[in-house]
C-alpha cells in the first residue's frame, strides 16, 4: 500500500525558515508528480509547488521566491520554505500521483499533513 508520510512542521518565526520532507513508501513502480499543498483554518486547500519526475517545477504566485520544491529523489520530495509570513500559517499536505507495481494506472494519494505556524 502506498503511503506518503510528512515531517518538518512547527512553529517559526516571521522571516524564518523551513523545510518540509515527503517520503513515499509502497512497492511503486512510478512517479509522475509530487506536490505541495496547503489548507489554512476556513479556506479551501490549495496548490503551492509541483514537480514534475522530469524535475520541471511550477510554484503559485504567493510563495515564488520564496519556497523551493526539490527534485524527486529516492521516492522523497522536500519543500524549502523561506522568508516564512504569517499568512503561510497552515497544514501543508503531501500529494504524489503514483504508479503501483501491481497497478495499471496512476492513482492520486495524500499524505496526513504537517502544521506549519508563522507567529512571533
Known amino acids: 500500500q502506498v503511503q506518503l508520510v510528512e515531517s518538518g512542521g512547527g512553529l517559526v518565526q516571521p522571516g524564518g525558515s523551513l523545510r518540509l520532507s515527503c517520503v513515499v513508501s509502497g512497492n511503486i513502480d512510478s512517479i509522475n508528480s509530487m506536490a505541495w499543498y496547503r489548507q489554512a483554518p476556513g479556506k479551501e486547500r490549495e496548490l503551492v509547488a509541483r514537480?514534475?519526475?522530469?524535475?520541471?517545477t511550477n510554484n503559485v504566485d504567493p510563495v515564488k521566491g520564496r519556497f523551493a520544491i526539490s527534485r524527486i529523489v529516492s521516492q522523497t520530495n522536500y519543500l524549502q520554505m523561506s522568508s516564512l509570513k504569517p499568512e503561510d500559517t497552515a497544514v501543508y499536505y503531501c500529494?504524489?500521483?503514483?504508479?503501483?507495481?501491481?497497478?495499471?494506472?496512476?492513482?492520486?494519494?495524500w499524505g496526513q499533513g504537517t502544521q506549519v505556524t508563522v507567529s512571533s
Open positions: 514537480v514534475f519526475s522530469d524535475g520541471s
Open positions: 500529494h504524489g500521483i503514483i504508479k503501483e507495481s501491481r497497478e495499471a494506472t496512476y492513482r492520486v494519494y
